[in-house]
C-alpha cells in the first residue's frame, strides 16, 4: 500500500468517524456537547469538531490524487478506494444534513443519482476498454460542493454572524446541485455513443 492510498483509507477512517459523531446518541451514555449562543444563533460544539473533521478529509482527498498522478503511484486499489471514500464522505453528510433539515432532501438524492448515473457510464466505458476522464463541470460541482458543505458545518460563518442574512451555504450546495445534473447530462451526451451503439449507426 503506497503512501496515497494510506491517505485514501484515512479518509475513509476519518469519513466513519464523522458519521459517528453526528449520529451517534452521546446523550445515552451521559456526553454532552457544549451548544454557545453567537449573536443569537445556537451553535452546537459537535458540528464545528465534525466541520474540522471534515475539512481534514477533504484535503486528503485533494492530496491522495495529485500525489498519485505527479509520482506516478496510480493503482487500481487505489482509484477504487479514492471512490469509495468520495461517496463516503460526501454523500453520508449530505443525507445527515437532509436529516438534520438543514438542507432540502432533495439534494441528497439529486447527487446519490448523478454518482450512480456517472458511475455505470464509467463502469460501461471501461468495460470497452475507454477511459472516462473528469470534465470541468464535475470539477466545478465538487469544489461548490465542499465549500457549501463546510459553510453548513461552521453555521455559514462569517456571513450569518455579519448580520448579512445571506444563506452563502445554500447557494453554494444548491448550485453544485444543479451542476451535479449538468455533469450526469454532459458525461451521458459525450459516452452515449458507447453505451448506445446501434443508435449511433
Do not use: C
Request: hydrophobic share 55%; aromatic share 14%.
Amino acid at each position: 500500500m503506497n503512501f496515497p492510498t494510506k491517505l485514501t483509507v484515512l479518509r475513509i477512517v476519518l469519513s466513519i468517524l464523522l458519521i459517528l459523531l453526528l449520529l451517534f446518541p452521546f446523550y445515552s451514555v451521559g456526553v454532552e456537547f457544549p451548544v454557545y449562543l453567537v449573536n443569537g444563533i445556537s451553535v452546537d460544539s459537535k458540528y464545528l469538531i465534525a466541520g474540522v473533521i471534515f475539512i481534514i478529509a477533504s484535503v486528503t482527498d485533494f492530496l491522495d490524487g495529485n500525489i498519485a498522478r505527479k509520482y506516478n503511484m496510480v493503482t487500481n486499489t487505489g482509484k477504487m478506494l479514492d471512490a469509495i471514500a468520495d461517496k463516503l464522505l460526501v454523500n453520508s453528510v449530505l443525507i445527515i444534513f437532509a436529516a438534520d433539515g438543514r438542507i432540502n432532501a432533495i439534494v441528497p438524492v439529486i447527487v446519490v443519482f448523478r454518482d450512480i448515473v456517472v458511475n455505470a457510464i464509467k463502469m460501461e466505458a471501461a468495460s470497452r476498454g475507454k477511459v472516462v476522464a473528469a470534465i470541468n463541470s464535475g470539477k466545478i460541482k465538487t469544489a461548490t460542493q465542499m465549500v457549501g458543505m463546510v459553510l453548513i458545518f461552521f453555521y455559514n460563518f462569517p456571513f450569518e454572524f455579519l448580520s448579512f442574512n445571506i444563506r452563502v451555504d445554500l447557494f453554494f450546495i444548491y448550485f453544485s446541485t444543479i451542476m451535479a445534473l449538468v455533469s450526469m447530462y454532459q458525461y451521458y451526451a459525450m459516452n452515449k455513443k458507447l453505451i448506445f451503439p446501434e443508435k449511433a449507426k
